[in-house]
């Protein structure tokens, strides 16, 4: 079924340990995105990337890191996780970047 | 620059009646608009988009948005409320040179029976 998936689903996390959120699409398209959720706050963009080999930060980057080796996958990794990162991350896509994101389920993170 | 205002960040309506949802952006250019809904622990999903054209966009389950460049407005609206429409509606802007997409905080609908 074509889409985009993440996993995990959700997940409690000890604060100081290091986490990676995975993201794949087979939609074959060029951009993707990692937001978090927040409530009263909406969605804010961490980092985004336009097309394979290339990333970006967003409006709230720092103890996030992201990877694009390839089209289909674009992982977010928490590299010391603190408790303010306790949110509903989402990752989305689309075949240009003014084009329709597409988004992924969630994944539920609480970090204690 | 470019920002997106949602005013009201919860909305109450009764099934039957008319829903109007707020969005105002600001932009220096001709702006692509979009209207993405999320329901109860979901991703987001495309309601509607403006581009170029006409100014009058319909979407999804009845939706429908009119850009008004005069106003610097992208207001939802639907006739008549369904109980299946109760959701998070959010706005979203992207404009000019801009690279990403600014959403706007999101308003919540609630439709009473």
């Known amino acids: 079924i074509a889409g985009i998936t993440q996993a995990p689903t959700s997940q409690i996390l000890a604060a100081g340990r290091r986490m990676t959120l995975r993201c794949t699409q087979d939609?074959?398209?060029?951009?993707m995105y990692w937001y978090r959720q927040d409530l009263g706050l909406g969605l804010r963009l961490i980092h985004y990337s336009n097309t394979a080999g290339t990333t970006g930060k967003g409006e709230v980057p720092d103890g996030y890191s992201v990877s694009r080796a390839n089209t289909d996958d674009f992982p977010l990794t928490l590299a010391s996780a603190v408790p303010s990162q306790t949110s509903v991350y989402f990752c989305?896509?689309?075949?240009?970047?003014?084009?329709?994101?597409?988004f992924g389920p969630g994944t539920r993170l609480l970090v204690l | 620059a470019q920002s997106v205002t949602q005013l009201g960040s919860h909305v109450s309506v009764s099934e039957g009646a008319l829903v109007l949802l707020r969005c105002n952006y600001s932009?220096?250019?001709?702006?692509?608009l979009f209207w993405y809904v999320q329901y109860p622990n979901q991703g987001l999903q495309l309601l509607l988009k403006y581009t170029t054209g006409a100014t009058l966009v319909k979407g999804i389950n009845g939706f429908e948005a009119e850009f008004k460049k005069s106003e610097t407005s992208f207001h939802l609206t639907k006739p008549s409320a369904h109980m299946s429409d109760a959701a998070e509606y959010f706005c979203?802007?992207?404009?000019?040179?801009?690279?990403?997409?600014?959403f706007g905080t999101g308003t919540k609908l609630q439709v009473i029976p």
């Open positions: 939609m074959r398209h060029n951009a």
């Open positions: 979203a802007v992207i404009s000019g040179g801009y690279q990403k997409v600014t």
């Open positions: 932009s220096s250019v001709p702006p692509y």
């Open positions: 989305a896509s689309s075949r240009e970047v003014r084009e329709t994101q597409y």
